[in-house]
């Protein structure tokens, strides 16, 4: 069968190779992991139809500093509110993992080896 | 003279004293670690009782929880103990179970229920939970007694031995776990167990180690790091459904998380050295106090709730943290010994 123009052109003249079985499970993977970022966010604002939403808004009026700037945040953008809080937790999980990885290690205990008794 | 340490949470609104928040994320870290799970069951009553709405309980005790996550699973996974394979199995249908259960959240919510059905729910859970624990550990005991089958920390219960005959395919070996079955059995455990999750605010640790051991038979040491590992991914997206909900205190997590860190890193390390199946029971008499808790506040006994939370947490901590400084000794004495 002589394929098409189009393949030709990206496969460079030679006829397509079928795909592997790992290079199909990877492609729908990464598509579905696309899929769920672009929708996920539309995905979970229709949680709860509009009609009877409690929306919740932050007093601002006695906060300052990082208060006020997260509560503001909050106010002003949800999505943008949703991925700093997202992000800060997931980074000062992080630091604070290495941080206690670093006092376990200067205390001298050896958490690579343990004996498992079950 | 503590009241300096009182704030106002800039988005509840919810004045609470930092320190407890401190302390809460000490002792759910400590336990967390060390029973293999984020821990959240214990926070999401505990914030509840504390002064947060229910809907902010469970969204600011995931996102808490999936933070606390990182610090444990990166433990265990240094011990080798996650099964990701199984993890990821799991993992994707979580996540709609999950969403599921924050829909179910904010509808009742919406219909002024959320907090005495929530409530009830956790009462009904933690008493089947518990109840499984001590079962299984009394089974345990007198088979032991009797020279029966059950060998060293081989469970008791041994549901999974059915659940493995169920061929629909695709059957799927996991190495790490020494599990072969079908992929619908970890994939239907973690629906379930998203589903519960997103309602009650809990990671699913408290669903899935239980689950991973009774159902599909995962030895113990292999559930623990393989539930944070799930628990910490699953945790991200509930923080970011609950965030876009608007139902997450920022400030809280931070708190907490300082809290858990140390706490999360003491109760994982505290597995090596206190073992056997003595664990089980620990776990069993800790849901039993969260259990208590959650009822007081239901009955409106909030400050005896409060003080019952906190000192059976706190105990249960201590006894986890007393065990593991003694084991670090001893393993620093005898290094030394081999040294001379």
Known sequence: ?118 | MLDVFTITLPISGVPINVLLLVLLGVAVGVLGGFFGMGGAWMVTPALNIFGFPMPFAVGTDLCHMAGKSIISTRRHAKFGNVDAKLGLTMLAFDVVGIEIGARLVMFLERVGLAGPVIRWVYVVFLFLIGALVFYDYFKKRALDREGGTAQGGESAVRWHVTLHRINLPPIISFPVAQVRCSMWLPAMVGLLVGMLAGFLGIGGGLLMMPALVYLIGCPTYVAVGTDLFTVMLSGFYGAFTYGLKGRVELLAVIFMLLGAAPGAQIGTIATKYVRGYGIRLMFGLTVVCAMISVMLKQLGFTTPASWFVMGGVSAMTLIVVVGMVRGAARELRARRQAVV
């Open chain 1, 1 to 118: 069968m002589v394929a098409p123009e189009f393949v030709k052109f990206f496969t460079k003249g030679e006829p397509m190779k079928p795909a592997s079985r790992a290079h199909r499970v990877t492609s729908t993977l990464v598509l579905l992991f696309f899929l769920l970022v672009r929708l996920s966010p539309a995905l979970c604002a229709a949680a709860a139809p509009d009609e009877g939403k409690l929306v919740h808004v932050a007093d601002t009026r006695h906060l300052t500093g990082f208060s006020l700037f997260i509560a503001n945040l909050y106010n002003t953008d949800r999505l943008l509110f949703t991925i700093f809080a997202v992000g800060l937790t997931a980074a000062l999980g992080l630091v604070l993992g290495l941080l206690m990885d670093g006092i376990v290690a200067a205390i001298g205990l050896d958490l690579g080896r343990r004996r498992v008794r079950e």
